[in-house]
């Protein structure tokens, strides 16, 4: 089986992403990676849904679990007649691809495609389960081969020995990003963002940059003025959790203030991805609103007096004037012609 992650860091080997094997799926635990490596199995399509609700995996992430759970979904249902076993998994399809509001458009396409493979091998007489895990990991391989595109375009607006900030995880821009820099010969110094409430920029991307031998700094999430108006930062960088065809865009909550000052001080704003046909404007962006008893507490330990309340909005809306430009794998964009990106049809990413 040919993959694309050879050479990737550890957090994005594709069963360290999450896995389908002997009726249950494995998904490496993100809230506590690196203090901890741990794995949480799921033996239910159900319990792969809650992983993805409680930030077991994020980012992109999601995107191999929903398929590696309809693998599993596939398999609960091995004992039922044909029909009820095709119920059965477009129901999976439904629940697995809303386990998160903001990004279902993306998961619904997995899942949706999943059910339609399984099917196809249900009435061939074939392992709808085998079927699955083989379509998830084409669809593994096409966005990381996808992303490399992605990342080639961003290595060519980054200055040789320049300064990247970034902004949360963006999962496989990371891997492929280094790889870019590295086939140009070219280096550059990694700013990371840490991300609360759950770090991902502190555990997650720094981990990968580190890993790969990048000269790595951790910021938090209030010294990025300071950085700025230091002149330690050349480009932020973000991917994005959707992108409209107006150029707005959503992502970790906290894009939007850094754009605000990469703006003030001059810094371009790369964002990198596709954008989502069924998106025209900014206001088809749901925000998810997340628990805030998760932003009371640091890693576990409470932080606040009793009596202290707290919002948890998961992302931010980031309007297309603060934006340089949105980096594909077509090329760069400017943001407002982002819906350009289709002129020559759309490519099936996920």
């Known amino acids: 089986m040919t993959r694309m992650d050879e050479g990737m860091p550890f957090l994005l080997q594709y069963e360290h992403v999450a896995w389908y094997e002997d009726g249950a799926v494995t998904i490496l635990d993100r809230r506590c990676y690196p203090i901890e490596t741990r794995f949480v199995t799921c033996r239910s399509y159900t319990e792969v849904a809650d992983a993805i609700r409680d930030m077991v995996t994020q980012s992109a992430g999601p995107y191999t679990a929903v398929g590696m759970g309809m693998a599993l979904a596939a398999y609960e249902a091995r004992n039922l007649p044909d029909a009820e076993k095709v119920a059965f998994l477009k129901k999976a399809s439904y629940e697995l691809g ?3 509001p903001t990004q279902a458009n993306r998961y619904i396409q997995i899942t949706d495609r999943c059910a339609k493979v399984a099917q196809a091998a249900i009435a061939a007489g074939e392992d709808p389960v085998q079927a ?16 490399q595109e992605v990342g080639d375009h961003l290595a060519d607006l980054i200055p040789d020995g320049g300064a990247v900030l970034t902004q949360c ?10 790889r870019a820099m590295k086939k140009k010969g070219k280096t550059f110094r990694a700013y990371c963002a840490e991300t609360r409430p759950y770090m991902q920029g502190a555990r997650l991307t720094a981990s990968c940059f580190a890993d790969s031998g990048i000269d790595t700094t951790l910021l938090t999430d209030n010294m990025i003025a300071y950085a700025m108006s230091s002149g330690l930062i050349d480009v932020f960088t973000s991917a994005a959790d959707t992108v409209c065809c107006d150029g707005t865009i959503a992502n970790k909550v906290g894009s939007l203030q850094i754009a ?11 964002v990198t991805g596709k954008p989502d046909q069924g998106k025209e404007t900014g206001k088809d962006i749901v925000v998810e609103m997340r628990d805030p008893s998760q932003v009371l507490n640091f890693m576990g330990l409470k932080t606040t007096v009793p009596g202290v309340k707290a919002i948890y909005p998961a992302f931010d809306v980031v309007p297309p ?12 964009f400017v943001p407002e012609a982002i819906k350009d990106y289709f002129r020559d049809g759309n490519k099936n990413f996920y």
């Open 169 to 178: 995880y963006g999962e496989t821009i990371i891997g492929t990003l280094i």
């Open 321 to 332: 004037h603060l934006i340089s430009g949105i980096v594909t794998d077509r090329g760069v």
């Open 260 to 270: 605000i000052l990469a703006q003030h001080y001059g810094i371009p704003y790369y």
């Open 132 to 147: 699955i895990v083989a379509d998830t990991v084409d669809s593994l391989n096409r966005r990381y081969a996808s992303m």
């Open 98 to 100: 809303h386990s998160r």
